[in-house]
């Protein structure tokens, strides 16, 4: 359920694509520049803005929808230390309805037609 509400892009940060992480430092760089920040203090809020980003695409990194004041990472390790159970969390996979399908678009007049059955 987290997963289709939160829909997160991948697992950890280790598993996001560079060419991710690299496009959003560049949008952080200029959005602090057009802010008017200084070019020594734009590196460290960088950095703090960037954890953000990687913690609201990666799953573990998320806040637990259950529980906002945790993220999935620690609702995981909370159900192990409660349940003593061995959890291990690999990969997901998130299916959206529709995604996927191309359709063919068509006039309201070639629909039509196609309905009566004189195409």
């Known amino acids: 359920m ?5 829909a997160p892009i991948a697992l ?3 598993d996001l694509d560079k060419e991710f ?3 959003e430092k560049e949008i952080l760089i200029e ?13 460290k ?3 703090g803005k960037l ?11 998320q806040k637990w929808i259950y529980d906002n004041q945790k993220s999935v990472l620690q ?4 159900y192990q230390k409660e349940t ?4 291990s969390l690999q990969s997901f996979v998130r299916f959206k309805v529709g995604e996927g399908i191309d359709l063919k678009k068509k006039s309201f007049d070639e629909e039509v037609k196609l309905l009566a059955g004189t195409v």
């Open 31 to 43: 959005e602090l520049k057009n802010e008017g920040k200084k070019d020594n203090m734009i590196k």
């Open 51 to 61: 954890k953000k980003v990687i913690d609201d695409n990666t799953l573990l990194g």
């Open 12 to 14: 950890s940060e280790s």
């Open 84 to 87: 003593e159970d061995s959890l």
């Open 45 to 47: 809020i960088m950095i």
């Open 2 to 6: 987290h997963i289709a509400a939160m």
């Open 21 to 23: 992480l690299n496009k």
């Open 75 to 78: 609702a995981l390790n909370e």
